[in-house]
């Protein structure tokens, strides 16, 4: 199976920026739609981002469109998410998940997962 890890997380000021890492290894990142989640205390796990495998189309929640990026980088096995414009809502555990058919907002859907990382956006 695919293992995915993420970094690149931390705190951060209101309005910060953070650029979260999800590399990959077993298999090849080429093949396999890639998602962001978060999950904050007390709320269920929310789709962040997604891009597909075989066009790299990005999706985003709403809460997102426009501050936040989902890039991939096939060689380095690698997807990013690049997060601007950060809010205390944006406060979570965010994973990277790994599909191998298509992106989706149903986190059941996703086989494969990342540890987790913590943000925190607060002054």
């Known amino acids: 199976q695919l293992q995915l890890v993420e970094s690149g997380g931390g705190l951060v000021q209101p309005g910060g920026s953070l650029r979260l890492s999800c590399v990959t290894s077993g298999l090849s990142l080429e093949y396999y739609a890639i998602g962001w989640f978060r999950q904050a205390p007390g709320k269920e796990r929310e789709g962040v981002s997604c891009?597909?495998?075989?066009?790299?189309?990005?999706n985003y929640a709403d809460s997102v469109k426009g501050r936040f990026t989902i890039s991939r980088d096939n060689a380095k096995n690698t997807v990013y998410l690049q997060m601007n414009d950060l809010t205390p809502e944006d406060t979570a555990v965010y994973y990277c998940a790994a599909d191998g058919a298509r992106c989706s907002w149903k986190a059941e859907l996703f086989g494969s997962w990342g540890q987790g990382i913590q943000v925190t956006v607060a002054s």
């Open positions: 891009i597909e495998y075989y066009d790299n189309i990005a």
